[in-house]
RNA sequence: GGAGAGGUGACGGAGUGGUCUAACGUGCAUGAUUGGAAAUCAUGUGUACUCGCAAGGGUACCGAGGGUUCGAAUCCCUCCCUCUCCGCCA
């Protein structure tokens, strides 16, 4: 039911009129797209509308006439036998538009959102431009190595017995396994909330409606994993639940910009994935999070989006990690955002780098879907907020980063002094 | 999970088949009045889509979806949510 409801992710009225910046958007993303049929949906589907709407207007009307007739008069008689037809034919009509109407929605949400100009182009990762570094990468210990090699590792995180007991990607954290994820969480939410977002602890499990609002429903149905009796999903990050906390609502222009950020475990089924990229803590199916959300004013939004990146990249910064910031080119930048930067750190036993944050502006696209609006002070309308998130942090590969990068020769690994206090020690231990 | 009562505009609340373009009240906005304010009076007060250069017009929306009917806020069905009581349970 909320699937076909009239929830769009660009605006109508930008695609009627000025298809060609869509067209551009399109190839900046290098995706394939038939906008030409969306345009051929759109104006059959307004000269059907008009039909109705007239046929309508005329029953209306009609009905209105009746109201002063006699109830058992002949000319009421009459009138109920004229008015049939009329009736019939809005039926038929009424038939014919849902599914062309069905069609133009559907070809609708085929239109990624327009990348924004300073979207480098590009067609793949490697076209992405790298927007600074931080930290060096040359120093390589000889004792650095792949944390998933670290002598005792399978202690502290236990993917063995987590595979027993749930499933491959469900590890367990054991003792200082436990304790610095822990830590790490805290310390995440802690720095956020100094920075200005009010922490928020959301549900873990969504309805559909919200899950489409953001865009996860339908394309990513398959990433989802799903409750059996009762249709939830479990979240593939805070950023769900909590863009939806204001879904179908407008918010007074006064509030803005809201800042917002939330820990939730994260669920993901990372169907498809194989190789290295999955030892460890690469990737896991569940993992902990801290999600950093903003809703701006769209006159404010790149500059919020800046801000919001420099707010994730201070963690990696005070935890003394080496980390780089992507921008990411067209071929790069997801579906539903204007741009995106992706923050990775350096991960010294792998030697490659990991992803840890992606920081997007969604512009006006995942408000329009959810419907959250604020009323212009200016015009006294409704408008679009814009939509800005980003990680802060991810804990798994952080705490990967953590491992390679510290190790020392005794076989435990240096926490970062920012660590301490949540810690209560200075080293972790394997033993 | 069981039983009962409900879901109407920013809010309260009427409306049980046709003039509902939803009464009335509160709030809000503008204007009048005032030295200023309160009170009072007047006017206005949603969202979305669509047609139109515009002025303006049309359609939809009374929790959601479907049905009956010439016509549905109102009748029927399904679902969701809230409240009360019972049961169960961290």
New binding site residues.
């Given amino acids: 039911?909320w699937l076909h409801?009239?929830r769009l992710m660009l605006d109508?009225?930008l695609v009627r009129e000025s298809p060609e910046l869509v067209r551009a958007a399109i190839a900046k993303k290098h995706l394939e797209v038939d906008l030409d049929a969306v345009l051929a949906f759109d104006t059959q589907w307004?000269a059907q509308?008009?039909e109705v709407?007239?046929l309508?207007?005329k029953?209306?009307?009609a009905?209105?006439e009746?109201?002063?007739l006699k109830?058992g008069s002949p000319e009421f008689a009459a009138k109920?036998q004229e008015?049939?037809g009329?009736?019939a034919q809005v039926k038929e009509k009424e038939a014919q538009l849902g599914p062309i109407e069905a069609q133009w929605r559907a070809g609708m949400l085929t239109l990624p959102n327009l990348p924004h100009a300073s979207v480098p182009e590009g067609r793949t990762p490697a076209q992405n431009v790298v927007h600074a570094t931080f930290g060096s990468t040359d120093a390589v210990s000889p004792l650095a190595r792949p944390h998933w090699d670290i002598p005792g590792f399978d202690r502290l995180f236990d993917f063995a017995r987590g595979a027993k007991v749930t499933g491959a990607g469900f590890p367990f954290y054991v003792g200082d396994g436990a304790r610095i994820v822990r830590s790490l969480i805290q310390f995440f939410l802690d720095e956020a909330g100094q920075a200005g977002y009010q922490e928020v602890n959301p549900p873990i499990v969504v309805n559909a409606a919200s899950a489409t609002a953001v865009g996860q429903l339908p394309d990513k149905e398959g990433q989802m994993y799903q409750t059996v009796e009762d249709q939830l999903y479990l979240v593939p990050t805070a950023e769900t639940p909590l863009t939806n906390f204001f879904r179908d609502e407008?918010l007074e222009e006064a509030v803005l910009p809201v800042y917002r950020c939330a820990y939730t475990p994260c669920f993901r089924r990372e169907a498809g994935s194989y190789g290295k990229d999955v030892r460890g803590l690469n990737r896991v199916h569940q993992f902990d999070k801290v999600e950093l959300l903003k809703w701006v004013h769209p006159s404010k939004s790149y500059d919020e989006l800046e801000t919001l990146r420099a707010h994730a990249e201070r963690l990696l910064q005070k935890l003394e990690l080496p980390y780089r910031v992507l921008l990411m080119c067209g071929g790069d930048t997801g579906f539903a955002q204007a741009k995106k930067y992706d923050l990775e750190v350096w991960a010294a036993g792998q030697k490659r780098w990991l992803e840890v944050s992606s920081c997007s502006n969604f512009e006006a696209f995942q408000a329009r879907r959810a419907q959250i609006?604020f009323r212009s002070k200016e015009t006294g309308?409704?408008e679009l907020v814009h939509t800005i998130n980003g990680s802060g942090l991810a804990v798994p590969r952080t705490l990967a980063a953590l491992l390679e990068n510290n190790l020392q020769a005794d076989g435990r690994v240096r926490l970062p002094a920012v660590l301490a206090p949540y810690f209560g020690r200075e080293t972790l231990s394997f033993g």
């Fill in positions: 039911m409801t009239r109508p009225k307004r509308l008009g709407e007239g309508r207007a029953q209306k009307s009905n209105n009746m109201a002063a109830k109920v008015m049939k009329l009736s407008i609006r309308r409704p």
